[in-house]
C-alpha cells in the first residue's frame, strides 16, 4: 500500500487531478467531503460546530456551509476554531478508509490544506498540484466566485512554492486537462503502482 497526499490550492486543479487518479485504479479520499460528513446532524461535530458558531450559522436546522464559510474566512482565529474541531475527526474518518482497504492499495488523501496543517509526514508520497496564479482566478470566476472571495480564498492559503518544496512531485496546470491527464498517468503507472506494489510485498 502507498498512502500519497494530493494537494494544490483552490483553483489548481487538485480535483481533477483526483477524478483522474481514481479513474486508474485510486483510492481516492477528499478531504473536503469527509469535512463535510463530520459536521452532519447526528454527529459530534455538528454540536461542536452550532455550539462554537451559534445558530446563525444554520439553515433548516443544517449547517449552511455558504454561512460558515462567510465567518471563517473573515476571521482568522474563527477559522483556526473551526480546523481545531474538523481536522481531527477527518483524520480519524480517513485512517479508518485506509484500514479498509487492500495492502496493494494506492491511497490518495485529498487534502487542500496540508502545508497549513503540517501533516505532510503522516503520508509516504506528497503530490502538489500547481498552477499560475491568473490562471486559477480564471477557473474560480468561471465558477462563480467573486474576485473578492478569491482574494480571501488564496489570502488563506499559503503559496504553491510552500507546497512544492514539501511534495515528492509536483503536477504543473497551467495547461488543458489532457496534459494533466498526461501528467497523472505517468506519475500513477511509473511511480505511484510500483511504490505501492514494493510496500506490499
Known amino acids: 500500500m502507498l498512502i500519497v497526499a494530493l494537494t494544490g490550492g483552490i483553483g489548481s486543479g487538485k480535483s481533477l ?21 463530520v ?3 447526528g454527529k459530534s461535530g455538528f454540536d461542536e460546530v452550532v455550539s462554537s458558531f451559534g445558530d446563525e450559522i444554520l439553515s433548516d436546522g443544517l449547517i449552511d456551509r455558504a454561512k460558515l464559510a462567510a465567518v471563517v474566512f473573515a476571521d482568522t482565529e474563527k477559522r483556526k476554531s473551526l480546523e481545531k474541531i474538523i481536522h481531527p475527526k477527518v483524520r480519524e474518518a ?10 496493494s492499495s494506492v491511497v ?53 512554492l510552500e ?15 489532457d496534459s494533466l ?5 505517468n506519475l500513477y503507472e511509473d511511480v505511484l503502482l510500483p511504490k505501492a506494489k514494493a510496500n506490499s510485498i
Request: charged share 30%.
Open 108 to 160: 490518495i488523501n485529498q487534502i487542500p490544506l496540508l502545508v497549513e496543517t503540517d501533516g505532510a509526514s503522516r503520508f509516504q508520497y506528497v503530490i502538489t498540484v500547481s498552477a499560475k496564479e491568473e490562471v486559477r482566478r480564471e477557473r474560480l470566476l468561471a465558477k462563480g466566485f467573486s474576485n473578492h472571495e478569491i482574494t480571501k480564498r488564496l489570502a488563506a492559503q499559503v503559496s504553491d
Open 17 to 37: 487531478a483526483g477524478k483522474y487518479f481514481a479513474e486508474l485504479g485510486a483510492i481516492v479520499v477528499d478531504s473536503d467531503e469527509l469535512s463535510r460528513s
Open 39 to 41: 459536521i452532519e446532524r
Open 94 to 103: 480517513f485512517e479508518s478508509l485506509v484500514a479498509s482497504s487492500p495492502k
Open 163 to 177: 507546497r512544492e518544496n514539501i511534495a515528492d512531485a509536483v503536477l504543473n496546470n497551467d495547461r488543458d486537462q
Open 181 to 185: 491527464l498526461r501528467s497523472v498517468e
